[in-house]
């Protein structure tokens, strides 16, 4: 985190309403609801009957049948986010100052959700998006089937679905920028998705839950973005071990930029600890940029 501090004139009176500029929220939150998750993890095993069921003739030895049964590790992981204010952060008055609080819980949290899209669609440290080898390693979708994306948006998803094969589509992840490719499909100058059409984020794709996010298409430098993710997403777990939305740190050097009595500051720390794990990586499939 750099050395920034935000410096504001919290003794002028000023209206109590803060307009946050954090627009950042999480698709994978969206698709899939939260389980809890063990502060020293947990394994989700997985089990498959491989094969069918077979007839037995009268007099005929019974078949024998395979079955497959994997544990899937899930162990969370320590995010951060934190910044600088100046220490007229506490002697504010208790509006100014409730509003404030409000304001940096809620941008925190947003912050964080969009990580765990991050961290969990691509495998990146959102801080300086570069591979999170040790941390992640290959708990990700970016590992999952790629399909080659094309001039025509609907052709990719319905390639992608047919990679998923036996596996139900519960949810969709769509960059901006595919959306925005879904919105002028036209058939006799008729668009067939209207509803993504400026920027619309409309929660449903021919009656399947989707969620439109900056998230899908981040990448590290030289990396393929991803334009769309989607599969069955019972097959994804995720959920946070322990959760501190925010804290108020007024002493010390917490974030090796000096001490914070030496420049009348405080500082502002979210942190979380958020596992997950994919399940069946068969399971999902995407479409690249």
């Known amino acids: 985190m750099g050395a920034i501090t935000t410096s504001a ?3 002028q009176a000023v209206s109590n309403e803060v307009f946050s500029k954090v627009k950042d929220h999480s698709s994978l939150a969206a698709l899939c609801p939260a389980s809890p998750i063990p502060f020293s993890g947990i ?11 077979a007839i037995v003739g009268e ?20 995010v951060v986010y934190q910044h600088r204010v100046t220490d007229e952060f506490l ?20 912050k964080i959700a969009s990580g765990l899209d991050i961290m969990a669609m691509h495998g990146l440290n959102p801080a300086t998006m570069t591979a999170a080898t040790t941390a992640i390693g290959t708990n990700h979708f970016d590992t999952c089937t790629a399909i080659p994306g094309t001039s025509d948006p609907v052709a990719d998803l319905e390639d992608a679905v047919a990679a998923i094969g036996d596996y139900p589509v519960a949810g969709i992840a769509i960059s901006r920028a595919f959306a ?27 009656g399947i839950p989707c969620d439109v996010n900056a998230t899908v298409s981040k990448v590290a430098s030289g990396g393929t973005a991803d334009g769309a993710i989607l599969g069955d997403f019972s097959a994804f777990r995720w959920g946070f ?27 502002l720390r979210a942190e979380a600890y958020i596992g997950w794990g994919i399940l069946d990586k068969a399971a999902f499939a995407r479409v690249t940029a």
């Open 43 to 53: 394994d989700v095993f997985t089990f498959s009957l491989d094969g069918e069921v």
């Open 241 to 267: 071990a322990d959760q501190i939305p925010m804290e108020v740190i007024e002493y010390g050097d917490p974030d090796g930029q000096g001490d914070l009595k030496r420049s009348n500051q405080v500082v």
């Open 91 to 110: 002697r504010c008055s208790e509006e100014k100052g409730l509003a404030m609080l409000a304001a940096f819980t809620e941008g925190f949290a947003r």
């Open 59 to 78: 007099g005929d030895n019974k078949p024998a049948g395979n079955a497959t049964v994997e544990p899937v590790t899930i162990k969370p992981i320590k």
């Open 9 to 11: 004139d919290f003794v």
């Open 180 to 206: 925005a490719k879904l919105a002028k499909v036209a058939v006799g100058n008729v668009p067939q998705y209207p509803e993504f059409r400026l920027g619309a984020n409309p929660g449903a794709l021919n």
